[in-house]
């Protein structure tokens, strides 16, 4: 296990993930060795970013990703009604393509990735709030439903944490809501959690470091729109309150890069806004930093190779079909090239899951079934070689196949175990599961991307390209669900 353990660069993994997962490992627990490589990742994660550096060993050096396929996905959104169309941008070849419809217009909805699917959550039909869930399935290119939430909810947020579904706060059709209630995709089952302390709707939602955020939104009792935002902490069941914004947001687009939380656009009133503040979570701060390009409300954001994208939204007289992206390193919004097919507002966002998180979660899997010892790392290295195998060639194609060939052969004459180093040290995303999402909503009236309040709307499909829906199975998402312009 010790020798499996020294080729996976666990301080690169998030560190919730690090205390929730791998601490609690039995395998890792009742290793000397393996417990020396989590505290090395832990002491990674104490230090300053400027003294990370100090810490030097393959485990703590990124691999570039070689030809990563991305893919966005807008699902709905007003344009300027609820529609069913989903659209998705091929980030390789710079354009966007129509693929499955949703079964039933919906928008101001709620959108994430879990567990290799893009899920939809409530929203507007167009005569009725709905607590009706639709799933995307990226290989098949189609939707099927499941279990309903317990509320009718529309503007509402939602993200993914600890592989539950969490739908935050919306409206109902007559108030504003406070609860908030996860799902489960193991049972299919909803169950209520704490309610939050205020009333949201067209709210963003966002996840750092193991800790729900709810940011901004509408409060339907006072009319007022909020720079007010709640954390919830999943272990003790509670919400409460951290700073503040600088500037009232409703509709506000929320997404999470390296670790912070952004809050980009939306409205005060009648005001929209361009402007954007970045949240970290160990000063308890907020920050302004570079606007953008176009004051935008009810718009998507997601993050992607470090970069991030707000998609759509409304300017507040119409809807709008541009892109641009963030980088925080030069603090520059630019505008992506090519625009969608249909202006949208009301996008939601997605984040992906590591490539490294995924194997280890398989192998540790795997040797829960597998005796211990040379023979036990054996098994786990052929079960792994085929596997990793059967992903790439169900999912990179023909244009791959002489580059697998090659790689097949140089590691003819290796051991099983340094095919299982092999298997660490590729950064190629396994399909589907390669996602983690975290969606914002949006309220009544205002509300862009991630997970808050959204309608959600379709495109004409495209089942018969198996090319697009191979690449959909493993890339970053953005969802696009839409609300319409009042509540």
Known sequence: MAKLMEHVRLPLLPRDYLVQTVEEEALIKNNNTCKDFLI????????????????????????????????????????PKAIRSVECYDFEEDRWEQVAELPSRRCRAGVVFMAGNVYAVGGFNGSLRVRTVDVYDGV??????????????????????NELLYAVGGFDGSTGLASVEAYSYKTNEWFFVAPMNTRRSSVGVGVVEGKLYAVGGYDGASRQCLSTVEQYNPATNEWTYVADMSTRRSGAGVGVLSGQLYATGGHDGPLVRKSVEVYDPGTNTWKQVADMNMCRRNAGVCAV??????????????????????????DKWTLLPTNMSTGRSYAVTAEDMSPVTFW????????YNTATGQDGVKEVAERLRKERKMDRERTWGQENKKAKEEEDGQRSGENQCLEVRSIFSCNRKPPQISNRTVNASLA?????????????????????????????????????????SSQ
Do not use: F
């Open 40 to 79: 090395e990742a832990m002491k990674y994660h104490l230090l300053p970013l400027d003294q990370r550096q100090l810490i030097k060993n393959p485990r703590t050096k990124p691999r570039t990703p070689v030809s990563l396929p991305k893919v966005m996905i807008v699902v709905g959104g007003q344009a």
């Open 140 to 161: 098949k290119d189609q939707w099927t439903s499941i279990a309903s939430m317990q509320e009718r909810r529309s503007t509402l947020g939602a993200a993914v944490l």
């Open 305 to 330: 190779n470090g970069l991030l994208y707000v998609v759509g939204g409304d300017d507040g007289s119409c809807n709008l079909a541009s892109v641009e992206y963030y980088n925080p390193v030069t």
């Open 360 to 367: 280890i979660k398989k192998i540790l899997e795997i040797l």
């Open 444 to 484: 009544a009236d205002t509300r862009p991307g991630y997970g808050t309040g959204k309608e959600g709307m379709l495109a004409s499909p495209h089942r018969h390209d198996p090319r697009l829906a191979r690449k959909l199975a493993r890339t970053h998402t953005l969802t696009s669900s839409c609300q319409l």
